[in-house]
């Protein structure tokens, strides 16, 4: 048992078209089709089980340009992936973070919480066989997963980003705590398709 290996890789979905204007959800833009491209050449080798993909367009529109590369995986929806706000402000979170909260409901996030706890149960519990799955999902949702991986404090999750179709990859054992194996990986992406963090990363 103590050996097998569960492999989740995590991408943030291809850059939305027209993004900065604030829209909910829409297609990729061109740079993100091509994003998408490039992070399914990169993965064309891995035996995937199963892929989920957050509901939203732009992470459908990012798996199904995957399959091109990738033909044997076929896609689900999973509504735990959803772009959410994983937790809500602590007496212990930085000061900084407090304006991000200033229109967010309480629901929004209970919803959010609740959708981490189910997601976490999900993936971030041991297998009984050795098996790599692909989670294309959204910024927030992955950083709560590397927080997670840490056992860091629920606000922490909070400015850690991920490029669009940057890889992030978790391996969990049963004899073991997770390792974080990678954390957005751009190796694939040339640096004109890095896109989506707050700081340039070209190198
Ligand atoms: O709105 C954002 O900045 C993030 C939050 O998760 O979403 P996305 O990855 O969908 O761009």
Redesign the pocket.
Known sequence: MGHVSRYVYLV??GEQLDAEHGLPDGPLSGRGQRQARAIAERLSGVPFSRVRTSPLQ?AVETAKLMTEYMPSIEPEPSALLM?CIPSGPTPDMPSVFEPFYGGITPEEIAAGEAQMADATAEWLSPSRDDRHELLIT????IAWFVREVFGAPAWRWMGINQANCGLTIIRVRSAKPPVLVAHNDLGHLPAELRT?LPVDQPF
């Open positions: 943030r979905h732009r772009d959204h910024n927030f949702v989506g």
